[in-house]
Structure formats: structure tokens, C-alpha cells
């Protein structure tokens, strides 16, 4: 492929000008074509502006000769492009014949060892990823994060199309909605969340708020049930989070967590200590159960029809319970001072 590229790029640089009429629709690099064909054909007698470009070069190789200038005694400034595509001449001046034949062996040397790579590399291909998709599209990367410590990277497509399900309702043992991504979905439970011990007023005032999610007994529930909308205390083991526990569940789908033991050898715990080498714990998500959502399309069908199945999760915990216990425990004198949760 690549030596056919080649024959068509020369193809293009010797007869692309000499199609009719092109120099009237593409006359700009039309014209540079033919000035740069002009300085290739006789580079010691042509009428471009900057003919000399090659003679430069020629001049520079020169005054190589055979053993070349010396390094450091050459005049590469004088040469234009020196840096890029006249860096050969540049290099000629200074080592000579013999450094422009050392450079084509080290090309050589690079090519040779490309070649054996390449035939070890005969059975690994883009093919598999591209026709066993269904594996690779889900197949996560332990990498590092800043400190060194390992971590899971996942296609970040399963992240976009997360959100784009939604999640369902997380409801208490008796039905009662803990969240929610409409308000309308409480408010059809609001007598129901009333005599649970919710405000009236709080939960209309709840409903006119533009969230993604809503949090009925947010006050009482909060280390139950955790908060989407800010993230809060995501990760954390100091709660349930049903919320970010149950993230997958919520949208319809199966995620079984596997934790690893794996070595990080350039951890850092701050930034004013040294590197070290440890061993950590990791957690890596199936995600799976997603491959054939994400292949067939985040905005297909598919996901539509996905989405109305049903995704509600139900939890023991007493939402009334919790709420009465929370609010018995404001009306104590002594606790008044106090950041006091009792979780059952």
C-alpha cells in the first residue's frame, strides 16, 4: 500500500498540471505544482521566485564533500527549510558523504527491524476489533491516575449512554419513591409521602426545581440513598449511596463488580513523597451486558426500546421509620449541637 501511495503521489507531482483546463479551477496549488516542477527539473536555471532552493542544498553538500565540514562548522541557516525538509544537506555539510551514507543505514537498519516486527505482529490486527466488536467495545484498561495508583479507564460511550437511559425508581420497602427522575412520579404518592412525615409545602417546592433526579426524603435518607445530582460522597464507604451502589440496576442492566490485587510500582500518596511500590485492591465493572446497546447506537431503536422496560429498585429500608427517627432526634436538647444520623 505504501509503495503504491508513492507511485501515485509522483504520479500526481509529474501530470497532475497537465490535465486541461485544471489551472483555471485550482489555480493557486496548480501553479506552485508547476514552479516546484520547474526548480526539480534544472534547479541551476529556472524563472521561479526562490529557485535556488534546491541549488542551496546542493551547495551546502558540497561543501561536505567526502568527510564533511565538522560538526558545528556548518551554515545550515543558509539553507532554507534546514530543519525539516532540507535537513538532509544540512546534515551533508557538516558529516559529509560518509554521514549521509551513515543515515540511510540507520534508515535501513529501521526498515529491517520494522519488517521483523511486522511478521511477528503477522496474527494482531485491527480485524478482530473490529469484526469480534462485541468484546472489545466493553473491555475496559487498567491504567494509573496522577498519584500512580491503578485504576479501570472505561469507553467512555458507555458513560454517554448511561445517562441517555436514565435511571428507574428507587423505592422503599413499602413503595414509597427515595428517587426519582420526574416529580410527577412522588406527587402521584404525595398523600402516601405525607403521612410518611414529608412537608406538603417542601414537596410542591421540590417539584418546581429543574433536577435530574429527585430526592423526596432527602433530609433523613441522604446516606441511604445518595445524591446523583451533585455526586456527593461517590465512592465513599461512610453509606449505602443506593443511588450510585445500584447505578447500573437503575438503568435496566447487570454490572458485576470483580476486585483485583495488582501492583502499582510508581505510587505516590502526595505530591512531597518519594515514588514507591505497593500493592492496592481494584474494582472492575462488567459492562457487558451494554455491548450490544453501544453497537447498535446510543440514539437507535434499540435504546428506546430499552428504556421501557421496567428499571425500579427496591430497597428494605423504611422511609417513614428513618424519617421518624430523624426528626425524634432534633426535638433532643442534648443533640441540638450535635451532626447526629441514625441509620437502621
Not at 76 to 99: N, R, V
Not at 202 to 208: A, D, P, T
Not at 252 to 280: C, W
Request: proline fraction near 4%; charged fraction near 20%.
Amino acid at each position: 500500500e505504501s509503495a503504491i501511495m508513492l507511485l501515485v503521489v509522483m504520479a500526481g507531482f509529474l501530470l497532475l498540471d497537465k490535465i486541461p483546463y485544471i489551472e483555471k479551477v485550482f489555480p493557486g496549488p496548480v501553479q506552485r505544482l508547476v514552479d516546484r516542477k520547474a526548480i526539480w527539473q534544472d534547479p541551476w536555471n529556472n524563472e521561479v521566485f526562490g529557485g535556488d532552493q534546491i541549488a542551496n542544498g546542493l551547495w551546502a553538500m558540497s561543501s561536505g564533500g567526502v568527510s564533511g565540514q565538522g560538526i558545528g562548522e556548518g551554515f545550515a541557516k543558509t539553507i532554507p527549510e534546514a530543519h525539516t525538509d532540507m535537513i538532509l544537506p544540512s546534515m551533508g555539510e557538516e558529516f559529509g558523504w560518509a554521514g549521509i551514507i551513515c543515515v540511510f543505514i540507520a534508515f535501513l537498519l529501521y526498515l529491517h527491524r520494522s519488517i521483523l516486527i511486522g511478521r511477528l505482529l503477522l496474527g494482531v490486527n485491527v480485524g478482530q476489533y473490529l469484526f469480534n466488536n462485541k468484546k472489545w467495545v466493553t473491555q475496559p484498561a487498567l491504567v494509573a491516575d496522577r498519584s500512580g495508583a491503578r485504576m479501570f479507564s472505561y469507553n467512555p460511550r458507555i458513560a454517554i449512554l448511561m445517562n441517555r437511559l436514565g435511571a428507574g425508581n428507587l423505592l422503599d420497602r413499602k413503595g414509597r419513591i427515595l428517587a426519582t427522575g420526574s416529580p410527577e412520579a412522588y406527587l402521584k404518592q404525595q398523600d402516601s409521602l405525607i403521612a410518611a412525615g414529608l412537608n406538603p409545602t417542601e414537596l410542591q417546592s421540590l417539584s418546581h426545581k429543574r433536577l435530574d433526579r429527585y430526592y423526596p426524603f432527602y433530609e433523613s435518607m441522604f446516606f441511604w440513598v445518595g445524591d446523583m445530582n451533585s455526586g456527593a460522597f461517590m465512592g465513599s464507604t461512610n453509606g449505602y449511596f443506593a443511588e450510585y451502589e445500584h447505578m447500573a440496576e437503575l438503568r435496566g442492566f447487570p454490572a458485576p463488580e470483580t476486585k483485583f490485587q495488582v501492583k502499582a510500582s510508581r505510587f505516590r500518596e502526595n505530591r512531597f513523597l518519594p515514588r514507591v511500590e505497593t500493592e492496592m485492591t481494584v474494582a472492575k465493572r462488567d459492562f457487558s451486558a451494554l455491548s450490544g446497546l453501544l453497537l447498535a447506537g446510543i440514539n437507535s431503536k434499540k435504546v428506546e426500546e430499552f428504556k421501557k422496560q421496567n428499571r425500579d429498585v427496591q430497597m428494605t429500608v423504611d422511609a417513614a421509620l428513618q424519617t421518624d427517627l430523624q426528626n425524634a432526634l432534633q426535638t433532643l436538647d442534648t443533640l441540638k449541637n450535635s451532626r447526629i444520623s441514625v441509620v437502621v
